[in-house]
């Protein structure tokens, strides 16, 4: 099993929709996750933290199942600028790679 | 604050010839990490700094690539007799490494060797 993994889509949903996306991640001790987004030929930039107890910001909204190791994102009422593609992060104990794993992305398009 | 810098943000190189790449990360941040991407590909990890200790090393493709941080702030990164496979382009990123280890992303060096 993959330790971070991701469907790469691409998503293609009209502007207005409601769209998720499901990572799942192999460590069970894993302890910080994230939702990073990026651009085309852009950096990586944080979108959330992805909390325990869920949490919402905005139009998102990332959840976390740790029984089943995997962490969503709902993003409402998509926009044209929500294209992007969507990387998951999980946290590595005790492994190398500085600790952090990166998925290899869900791209997302959003279309008038 | 001022972000994570890199520089060049692009650079053309011939096969054969090595280059360095630099990374300034965030004042403060003690965790700094260099990546690279392929065109429509995911991040590859190269290396990693925490601080003062060892770094890791595992990333790297081959003994080619090499990197350091001076001063636990600025780090180099060179390729040294550069293959057309390295065109990429090359993320380094810094973190706080507390609680949180967020990542925050320099914009990154695009390397096109020819």
């Known amino acids: 099993r993959k330790e971070v993994e991701q469907d790469p889509g691409p998503f293609n949903v009209p502007e207005g929709a409601t769209v998720a996306f499901n990572c799942t991640y192999s460590?069970?001790?894993?302890?910080?996750f994230f939702w990073y987004r990026q651009d085309c030929r852009k950096e990586p930039k944080l979108l959330m933290s992805?909390?325990?107890s869920g949490n919402e910001d905005g139009r998102f909204t990332a959840q976390l199942n740790r029984a089943s190791q995997y962490i969503s994102l709902l993003i409402r009422d998509s926009k044209l600028s929500d294209s992007a593609t969507y990387l998951c992060?999980?946290?590595?104990?005790?492994?190398?790679?500085?600790?952090?794993?990166f998925g290899k992305g869900t791209k997302l398009s959003v279309k008038p | 604050g001022a972000g994570v810098s890199q520089s060049p943000s692009n650079k053309v190189t011939e096969k054969g010839k090595d280059v360095e790449l630099r990374c300034d990360p965030i004042?403060?941040?003690?965790?700094l990490y260099w990546y690279r991407q392929s065109l429509g590909q995911g991040l590859e990890f190269l290396i990693y700094?925490?601080?003062?200790?060892?770094?890791?090393k595992s990333g790297l493709p081959s003994d080619r690539f090499s990197a350091e941080r001076t001063g636990g702030s600025v780090s180099t990164l060179t390729i040294q007799r550069t293959q057309q496979e390295d065109s990429a382009v090359y993320l380094c990123?810094?973190?706080?490494?507390?609680?949180?280890?967020?990542?925050?992303f320099g914009p990154g060096t695009r390397l096109t060797v020819t």
């Open positions: 990123a810094s973190s706080n490494r507390g609680i949180t280890y967020e990542q925050y």
């Open positions: 460590n069970s001790a894993s302890q910080s």
């Open positions: 992805v909390y325990s």
């Open positions: 992060v999980v946290n590595m104990i005790g492994g190398s790679q500085g600790n952090l794993i």
């Open positions: 004042s403060g941040h003690t965790a």
């Open positions: 700094f925490q601080g003062n200790s060892a770094p890791d």
